[in-house]
């Protein structure tokens, strides 16, 4: 008997979040994200002037600004999952196939 264990994530741990760069291509879209990430630094850069924070935490509050920002206007990149033969499968459908 084989047990499969999943990794829990912790709140700390992120992934890489990947974007679909391809709607970038198009100019209202790459604008909209340039006024959507301009907007949202600005508002941030006051808010992180008025508290006095450490760097870390100023930093970690701009990743999660442009993040945010990213999936808004951009949207995540969606995974397409292939399927996966091996050479016995595909000897076997050959000899199947009249």
Known sequence: MKLNLKKQWIAA???????????????????RLKITISNNLEVLKDILK?????MENNWKRIEEALTSTCQEVVRRKKHHHKEQFYCTELKFRELLQP
Not at 13 to 29: G, P, S
Not at 50 to 54: A, G, I, L, V
């Open 50 to 54: 008025e508290r006095k924070t450490t």
């Open 13 to 31: 741990e992120t992934r890489l979040q990947r974007f679909n760069t391809a709607f970038l291509r198009y100019t209202d879209k790459l604008n």
